[in-house]
């Protein structure tokens, strides 16, 4: 079976193109990745170069102007149009043929139409919940922030509703985000939930948390999105004469100042880490907490529970697609910080229950099999995609 991609990064696909390739089913993933790191993907993840296809201009154009100072988030809004315009016009001129089209949300409403005007199957791919449901939630987390709020631009919108009626198959990786898909009067026929997967041989347990204090780590942004703010307030409300909050990842600078005011000593910022030592911090973590307001999935509670690290996360992310509640983890509402508060003293207070969370994490992780589960499940929904394809192209020539 070929299968063609298109991504906007890296994100999961380029995981999905390596399995994808040692399946026999790649027939080429379209990015926008720069050529260089595209290189060093290839020989990274085995997959050959000439299977990757790069249109990194408008992507260039976008990062260069985040680095000017009179660059706007109205400024990026409108050249994130521009950028989906020209990039989803891009593959579809270049689409070899397949016999599914795997389209990441945003960039494959015209490479969508071609695939099918050819008989093959097209499926969104959306890692995030609903573009309208993100833009509701984070307009109102803004406003009781009192912070400016730059919505999405309603073509965005527009185009990824339009992405989603024409594909035959949406896929999406919670269902928390499925959830979120059929509030926002989607099909629920048309959603099928395919979790993410991780690799074993990049995420593994590198050592144990120290008993010298209970350690707290958060992977990602610190962004509204992801819940920084909810998750200072609850650590300076956890009451405990040892503890340690580590945050690793950049600073979203629109929030700098508030995060700036819900800092003391017990709080260390690392800033971004190369994907190979993120394990190092999970690994030597008591808890990995995310406490996402909207998180499709949060790739980085896979790979904290391959690493042993017990995880406590919102009910706004992937944690209960593949995790349940009291066994590798605590799940919490989400925006509520005297919950998060309640999980960390639950966790400091019973070590015991953390031995066996830790225990169970990795476990749970080596049942679901990695990215080879993940991609053999969007192979089935390839083949289904393409059924219904074909069999409504075939009606339509008769």
Partial sequence: MKIVQSTWVRYHHIDLARELHQMGHLERVFTSLPWWKADKESLEQNVPRDLITCNFLMEGVRRMGAKLPFYSKGMDARLAVLHTKNYSRWVARNLPDCDAYIGISGSGLHAGKVAKSRGAGYIMDRGSSH????????????????????????????????????????????????????????????????????????FYPVGKASDDCFRIVFVGQLSVRKGILYLLDAFHTFKHPKKELI????????????????????????????????????????????????????????????????????????????????????????????????????????????????????????????????????????????????????????
């Fill in 131 to 202: 573009i309208r449901y993100v833009d509701e939630v984070m307009s109102e987390e803004y406003r009781r922030l009192k912070l400016p709020w730059t919505p999405i631009n309603p073509w965005l919108i527009e185009n990824e509703e339009a992405e989603a009626e024409e594909a035959n198959i949406i896929t999406v990786p919670s269902e928390f985000s499925r959830k979120t898909f059929i509030g926002q009067g989607t099909d629920p026929n048309k959603l099928r939930v395919v979790p993410y997967g991780v690799s074993l041989k990049e």
């Fill in 247 to 398: 945050l690793v990842g950049n600073i979203d600078n629109s929030i700098k100042h508030l995060i700036d005011a819900g800092v003391h000593d017990n709080i260390r910022f690392v800033g971004n880490v190369p994907r190979d030592q993120v394990k190092k911090y999970v690994s030597t973590a008591h808890a990995l907490v995310l406490p996402s307001i909207e998180d499709g999935f949060g790739l980085v509670l896979i790979q904290a529970a391959a690493c042993g690290c017990p995880l406590i996360a919102s009910t706004n992310t992937g944690f209960s697609t593949l995790f349940s509640h009291e066994k590798e983890g605590l799940l919490v509402e989400a925006r509520n910080a005297q919950a998060l508060a309640d999980a960390f003293t639950r966790l400091a207070d019973d070590p015991s229950l953390r031995e066996r969370m830790s225990v169970a994490c990795v476990e749970r992780v080596k049942e679901l099999g990695g990215w080879k589960t993940y991609a053999d499940s969007m192979v089935a929904v390839a083949r289904e995609a393409n059924t219904l394809a074909s069999s409504k192209h075939l009606n339509k020539i008769l």
